[in-house]
């Protein structure tokens, strides 16, 4: 009786140190999920989000207006340098600050005059 006795205290003894050796941590999806809906709602996200899709829409058609003025942070002024370029190479044309830039056969850029002629830059 006592050895069955001793057993059972030392069985109880090892199932409750085993159950006090795990990690008690938070379930992982809830943390993944929580760190997924802030960033969506986080303006800079959203802002970043609405800044790219903006330079897609630019890149796809050249006609569109790429407005570059002296007051534009260095960043944004070189993405938009950037973008005209691509587009110069991509289509052969881009619009910037008005006017319509041409690539021409040889690599140099150049717009029309009002004569019709064309003017290298």
Do not use: C, Q
């Not at 110069?88 to 140099?108: D, H, I, Q, T, V």
């Amino acid at each position: 009786m006592n050895l069955i006795l001793i057993l059972l205290i030392i069985a109880i003894i090892v199932i409750i140190k085993l159950n006090s050796n795990k990690k008690k941590t938070p379930l992982n999806n809830s943390n993944l999920l929580t760190r997924f809906k802030n960033r969506f709602k986080n303006r800079s996200t959203i802002r970043e989000r609405l800044s790219a899709s903006f330079s897609y829409s630019l890149m796809a058609d050249p006609e569109i207006n790429i407005n570059i003025s002296p007051w534009y942070s260095e960043i944004e002024l070189r993405e938009k340098a950037d973008i005209h370029r691509s587009r110069l190479a991509k289509y052969g044309r881009s619009k910037m600050n008005g006017e319509m830039l041409f690539l021409g056969p040889k690599g140099g850029v150049y717009k029309y005059n009002s004569d019709g002629k064309k003017k290298y830059m």
